[in-house]
């Protein structure tokens, strides 16, 4: 049996244990495949959603941007309106590696960039995103990854060894932010290939 490297795990959600693009909630908003990457990529800009996981308020978000954008009213507000659209659902191959996890006793958290507003919303449409052992939520405490003093809050938080700590995410920025901070973090690309990299570090999962 491989000795146990380390003590717990702790997940990134979109892209891990949830499904999120807003292509699919524009989709049928903006049928037209460039006027809708055109909107998402220029208008509703990765950077404007980034500044709601920090913690700014939807409405607040919503009225700056219509006020640049209003030929664009109705799309910006289902942003926010239709956000759980955009949830197509859970990535179930990921949430059966977390309820092993859970089973075997092993403590588990979250550590997402994510808008304090949608993350009552995902909690309350999902209840497996209430069961960790703790949270760090970007919007909550006002700092996103790959901010090095998001991690250090994870640890400080709850009195974790960083290096006795996992970490998974599907951005790689945010792992190298996590490896900088001490923890021992790898890219999410699959349920699987998670499975095998816990199972290395000596957790009893299944094959």
Known sequence: MT?????????????????????????????????????????????????????????EAVEELTALHPEHAEWIAAYDTGWLKMVKGLLTDTVDILTELQALGVPTYALTNFSGEKWAVAKQTFPILDSFTGEIVSGHEQVVKPDEKIYRLLVDRFTLDPSRTFFTDDVQRNVDGARAAGLDAELFTSAATLRTQLRDRGISLKA
């Not at 049928?31 to 800009?45: S, W």
């Open 3 to 59: 000795e146990r490297t380390i003590d717990v795990v702790v997940f990134d959600i979109g892209g891990v244990l949830l499904d999120w693009n807003p292509n699919y909630l524009y989709a049928d908003l903006i049928p037209d495949e460039a006027q809708r990457q055109h909107f998402l990529t220029n208008i509703t800009t990765p950077d404007w959603n980034m500044r709601q996981d920090a913690g700014r308020p939807w409405a």
